[in-house]
């Protein structure tokens, strides 16, 4: 399958909102350094940054479309899907620093970012390689669209 623009913002939206948010509400009490804070406020602040991950991956997407056009494919192998966490992962870290992520305190520890931040990651890309295309069967010959 070659994914449409279309088919990978609705599959981003899909996979980020569901599997991350269903991921983000197993994880959030036993991630690192959080052992004074509310159990609650974790949970905001981890339903925070799943938010902050579909807005910029949103932003992303039209990148990688942009990126795409120039390979004959207008696609990318999925290793290299996977690998594309390292630069969404720092701009996200980037912006947390800078106070820019709205509700999301700068004083994040930099452990619980990246443990959080790491396996919804691997939990999506491993939900793409394998059960979205069981659960969703057409998904792949509609260039990624779910609507």
Request: proline share 5%; charged share 15%; aromatic share 14%.
């Amino acid at each position: 399958m070659t994914p449409t623009l279309a088919g990978r913002i609705q599959t981003r939206i899909f996979v980020t909102l569901i599997i991350g948010g269903l991921w983000t509400a197993l994880i959030s009490f036993v991630l690192p350094n959080t052992d004074g804070a509310a159990i609650g406020d974790v949970y905001k602040i981890t339903f925070r940054v799943v938010a902050a991950m579909l807005v910029l991956g949103l932003l992303w997407e039209l990148l990688y479309h942009g990126l795409m056009q120039y390979r004959w494919e207008k696609d990318w192998p999925s290793f290299f899907g996977f690998w594309t966490a390292i630069n969404e992962g720092l701009l996200l870290w980037i912006l947390i620093k800078a106070d820019a992520v709205p509700d999301v305190p700068k004083e994040l520890p930099g452990s619980t970012f990246l443990v959080h931040f790491v396996t919804v990651w691997i939990v999506a890309w491993l939900w793409l390689q394998g059960p979205m295309k069981i659960v969703t069967p057409r998904w792949r010959y509609r260039g990624g669209r779910l609507v």
